[in-house]
Every structure is written in C-alpha cells, then in structure tokens.
C-alpha cells in the first residue's frame, strides 16, 4: 500500500527522476577520473592515460611512419581468401587471435588491409603492468603452423604477436585437383603436398622421394622466426648446429622499431631497421652487407649444385638470376621421362581458383590439363633423394627468408654449408 501511494504520486515520481538523472551524473563524472589504483594511492586520471598515446601529433606521426611499412603496402584486400586472410587482411588477423584458429572461418570478402588496430586493441585504461603488452591483439605462445599447429612456442610477449604471421606458413590451398579428361576428382599420389607434409626427418636420407607439379616446400617469405630461433631448417644426421649468436636475446621490436630517423625514414612505426640506432656497434659501419654477401655467395654455390643435377634450373626474373626446383613426376605422381615421348601427363592447370566478382569469394576450380610434357630434356629423370629435399629446402629456407641471413647468420651459414657437403659427399 505504501508502495502505491509513492509510486502513484505525481511530487514523488518527479522527485525519484530528478534523484536519478543526478545519481547518473555523478556515476560518470566519477568514472572520467579513471580507475582506482590500489588502497593508499591515487587514481588515474583517464585523459592523462589515454593522451599518452591519443593525441593528434602522435597518432599522425606514428601513422606517417607506418605508410613507409611493408605492412602498409604489402597487405591488400585482394588476398581475401582463408588461408591468405590471416595474415594479409585486418579482419583476417582479428579472427584468428580471437578464436585462436589458424585459418578464417570463410573467405573475406571487401576485407581491408593491415591498420593500427590490427596488431592494436583497447582493453583497459590501466596499463601499470606493462602498457605496450596489455594493448597487443595477442602475445599468447604461439601454434607453428609447420607442425600444424600441433607445437607451441613461446617467443615472448611482444614477438608472440609478430610470429603469429612471420613464420613458416601451412597448407595455403585444396590438395584436391580434376582431370580434364575425364572430369573425376582425384588426389595426388603423395605423402606431403606442401610444407607441413614434408617432414624433416634425417632418418630418412637413404630414402627416396616424388616431386610432384602441385607439391612445394617454398617457406612463403615469412620464416624470419624461425631463422631467428635456430629452429625449423634441414638438419643432417650427425651435425651439429650453432642456435644462438649475441642478438638471440633481441626482441623483434629492438631493431625493427628502434629510435625513429627522420633523414633516412627508418625506426619507429616504419618497421624498418635504423641502423644508426645501434650506436654501440653499427652507428656508421656497415656490419650487416658483409653477412649478406656471404650468404648469397653461399647460396649461388649449393643453387649451382643442385642444378647440375637437373634438380633445379636457372631462372631470370626482372633481370636477377635465381633457381626453381625442377619437378620428377606430373600431378598424379607419375615419373617424367628425359626423352621426347607421345604419352600424356598432368602438366599444367586449365583453369584456376578465382574471386567471384558477385560474391568475392574465392571459387576452387583448378582442373589438371593432360598433354605431351615440353620439358622433358630438362627433367632428373629419377625420384629425388631425401637428402637433396632437404638441401632444396634449405636453399629456399634462407632465400626466402627476406634478411639474406641477418636474422641468425651462424645457423644460416650451417644449413647452407652442411647442404653442400652433403650434395659434395653423395
């Protein structure tokens, strides 16, 4: 009764709405003096936190730098499909740190390229533990994709982030192809069809097996962790193998966003090295050239080994010369000859994946082409050995790598090294 009697009263009903309108105001003139530190300390005032890093000048010099990244330009909503979205979209970097998968549910269609808030999330205002760690999308140990996300490694806090994509990636596309001829879906006779399905197993050197069209154990330019880390190249039974130099201890961020160089527009959020940042040791000496010409002198030598035996060719592209491997058997694992022959093989695709230009997302149609093989004056003509796999691969693990050996010159050196004693003793 007495409930009504308030509740019914035209003073009353008045009364509790201006009470509550000003309970509200208080409520968030409170929350603007930011959140309460432990007992016996000041609160944090939520402008001053958020100024530290959301003020005009920075924001616009930061996102200045960033339009000098690789980042910036190397990322584009055409590589909307699943497995390419992961890592060259936004959208495609946010799903899969949320839901801890390592590929997008589906295709992204209008996907849209890497931005602040793709390595970037807002979580809190107190950042008193560790401010740049707390706002990361992600520095959780990360699943290597090589070992299909079987294998967890913990590369610290910040480099958890940057290896989430700068490592040797997995299956990128369907195993799956159709014969033209007959149009029946078949798959490949195989053990691995792309990286993760290669096996770095030294057990297996007196071993022999197919390179198929449609096989690859390219690292896709993004195994600077693993180079980083000593981890992941082809390792020879019996050798030993140096892991670690004097920057292993380094994170990512230590060079590739060190003090920021206006002149040379290196440092800082342009993920580019400046190298004058190090005064220590680099500071108007070149350290790094030297390693790179090592390296590539390295690899001009284990390159011209395998092509002379026919298991790569010499290739030109844009006027720099380079290797491809030279492929033993066509897509349905059935052994190239090295003489001119009337037989037909699985030697090309008739047609390809492609975007939907109504849905945008990407149709799996690639259907082999059967016909007389063109290169077969150029083919081994035999299996290969798992040995000379493991060399190719390691050619490939260091080209590939983007840093020329930078990032770990000692194991780069003895993968290289190792490969062309073992090439030179079998």
Known sequence: MQNEILTNNPDMKNLIKVLSVLFSAGFLFTACEGPMGPAGTAGKDANEVCLTCHNTPNQDAKLAEYHLSKHFYGTTSARNGKYCARCHTKEGFIEITGAGNYVVSNDIPNATRIDCE??????????ADDTVSFILRTNSPIALNYYNNSKTEDFGKIDNLCVTCHQIRGVTTPTVYKNSADSIAKKADATWK?????????AKEGTTVKLQIGQSFAVHDGNQSNLFSGINGYEYAGKTYTRTWKHSGNACTDCHMNEYNPDTQTGGHSLIVNKDACTTCHQGVDKLTPVQTSIDAKLKELGDLLAARKLFKITVSHGVSGY???????????????????????????SYNTVSPT??????????????DPNYATRPGREWKYGEIGAAYNYGFIN???SRGVHN?????DLLQKSIDWLNAN
């Open 324 to 350: 491809a491997p030279v492929e033993s058997h066509d897509y349905y694992g059935v052994l190239f000859p090295t003489t001119q022959t009337t037989t037909k093989f699985g030697v090309a695709l008739t």
């Open 118 to 127: 793709t390595c970037h999330k807002h979580h809190a205002f107190d950042f």
């Open 409 to 413: 010159p000692k194991y780069a050196i």
């Open 194 to 202: 792309q990286l993760p399905y290669f096996p770095l197993d030294n």
């Open 400 to 402: 590939n790598e983007l």
């Open 359 to 372: 849905t945008g997302l990407v149709v799996y149609a690639s259907t082999v082409k059967l016909g007389t």
